[in-house]
T-cell receptor, first 113, second 116 residues
Framework: SQQGEEDPQALSIQEGENATMNCSYK?????LQWYRQNSGRGLVHLIL?????REKHSGRLRVTLDTSKKSSSLLITASRAADTASYFC?????????????FGQGTTLQVKP | GAVVSQHPSRVICKSGTSVKIECRSL??????MFWYRQFPKQSLMLMAT?????????EQGVEKDKFLINHASLTLSTLTVTSAHPEDSSFYIC????????????FGSGTQLSVL
């Protein structure tokens, strides 16, 4: 079964608005990662947040992690049409660094120009 | 950044034939590669872990005789879908883990398999 659940499943916003996606997971983690997938393509790593971190920034991306609630959020500020893609959170299976990433269900983001 | 090349990007084959998909890490060595399967509008499902020089580890429910994995070198893993059937039609994506203990994965661009 999948480790993570994400919401919303789909999100449609206007260019310039902010987009927030949420992810929940089930087991203990060392880190949580966010990936982006353009339609019909592979995934691109966006950002990694460790279990002892609460917030991390990278450009227009802001990720938060709440280990007590086993949840994370990805915020994309000042969205652009080029941000249109699917976004997945991923965690390593189990508490060790096994290398095996398990992905959430994903959020499909559409940014309208 | 690290580049992973996956070929072919698209393949159409007749039922009963076998299809080989290659995954290469172009500028780094990958002792571990992973193969995922993705159905339309769904998430990635981990199929197997490919370890250089040893047998692949398959996830529960994945038929090892159906999906043959070979990781003969530090830069190449192959997935062969044997005797493909229409239900094997899917998007297959490989990923590679650089060096020892890398935390993030680098993905190939995927292979869309259509079995007629």
């Amino acid at each position: 079964s999948q480790q993570g659940e994400e919401d919303p499943q789909a999100l449609s916003i206007q260019e310039g608005e902010n987009a927030t996606m949420n992810c929940s997971y089930k087991t203990s983690i060392n880190n949580l990662q966010w990936y982006r997938q353009n339609s019909g393509r592979g995934l691109v790593h966006l950002i990694l947040i460790r279990s002892n971190e609460r917030e991390k920034h990278s450009g227009r991306l802001r990720v938060t992690l709440d280990t007590s609630k086993k949840s994370s959020s990805l915020l994309i500020t000042a969205s652009r049409a080029a941000d249109t893609a699917s976004y997945f959170c991923a965690t390593h299976l189990g508490s060790g660094n096994t290398g095996k990433l398990i992905f959430g269900q994903g959020t499909t983001l559409q940014v309208k120009p | 950044g690290a580049v992973v090349s996956q070929h072919p990007s698209r393949v159409i084959c007749k039922s009963g034939t076998s299809v080989k998909i290659e995954c290469r890490s172009l500028d780094f060595q990958a002792t571990t590669m992973f193969w995922y399967r993705q159905f339309p509008k769904q998430s990635l499902m981990l199929m197997a872990t490919s370890n250089e020089g040893s047998k692949a580890t398959y996830e529960q429910g994945v038929e090892k005789d159906k999906f043959l994995i070979n990781h003969a070198s530090l830069t190449l893993s192959t997935l062969t879908v044997t005797s493909a059937h229409p239900e094997d039609s899917s998007f297959y994506i490989c990923s590679a883990r650089p060096g020892q203990g890398g935390e993030k994965l680098f993905f190939g661009s995927g292979t869309q398999l259509s079995v007629l």
